[in-house]
């Protein structure tokens, strides 16, 4: 980026030109060069022979190419590595989509997925080991609860908040229940405890409408078996 800040710089101050000055003309704008450079108006007398002096500016080279070739090298690169353009800060001229920017992460993604793979059993072998030895015995003397233990890695499909919530919203829609699940709450961003107490909540919720609704068709029972006993004593008291 050296590069690009020298050129930036010269192109930014070009180069201009004076042909023809007097020497006091010279001399004085020798001496405010600055002021010179960053005026917006020259001006300037003629001669004793009636001329008057030339003004010429030499433009900078543009910094383009520079840019084309730090583009060019971001290209190869995401190329080589899945990492997209748009990540590397090159905009280009029409937006992607998040279907596009998707199929560009596609490669990373796959490649995170298969490191994911082949870390997850010796992290897990890990974890075991550091249960057995906080316990003081042997992973054949784990329970079959500390055996369970298993590394959680985040999908790279879905990296933001925002899309692992709208795949977790789209599975609940079509799986009755799922809502109420730890891997939905927790992957709605919850945290372990706000997952715990929802579904405690969730539970004595239920509770409730349960016991409400036996409660109803206790009472529904009681007044029909109340309404058959009436029935049943007039029409004793009429065969009587």
């Avoid at 004076?18 to 006091?24: A, F, K, N, S, V």
């Avoid at 796959?110 to 075991?128: G, K, P, Q, Y």
């Avoid at 369970?148 to 609940?172: E, G, I, Y």
């Amino acid at each position: 980026m050296r590069h690009m800040a020298a050129s930036g710089a010269l192109y930014a101050t070009p180069k201009d030109v004076l042909l023809g000055l007097t020497d006091q003309q010279f001399k004085a704008m020798s001496e405010a060069k600055w002021s010179v450079m960053v005026g917006s108006l020259f001006m300037g007398t003629r001669d004793k022979n009636g001329q008057s002096p030339d003004y010429r500016r030499i433009q900078s080279a543009s910094p383009q190419p520079y840019i084309d070739s730090i583009q060019t090298y971001a290209k190869l690169f995401s190329g080589a590595t899945g990492v997209p353009l748009n990540s590397l800060g090159i905009v280009q001229d029409n937006p992607a989509s998040a279907e596009a920017i998707a199929a560009q992460r596609e490669d990373i993604c796959i490649a995170a997925e298969d490191c994911i793979e082949s870390n997850r059993e010796a992290m897990r072998n890990v974890a075991l080991m550091a249960v057995a030895v906080g316990n003081n015995t042997t992973l054949d003397g784990l329970t079959d609860e500390q055996l369970s233990v298993v590394p959680n890695f985040k999908n790279p499909m879905r990296p933001s908040l925002a899309a692992t919530a709208d795949a977790m919203v789209k599975v609940a829609s079509v799986m009755d229940g799922f809502a109420q699940t730890r891997e939905f709450l927790a992957n709605m961003g919850f945290t372990p405890t706000e997952v715990e107490s929802i579904r405690s909540q969730l539970r004595r919720s239920q509770a409730q409408g349960a016991a409400a609704a036996s409660a109803q068709a206790a009472l529904i029972q009681s007044r029909a078996q109340r309404e058959r006993q009436v029935t049943d004593g007039d029409i004793a008291g009429e065969a009587r």
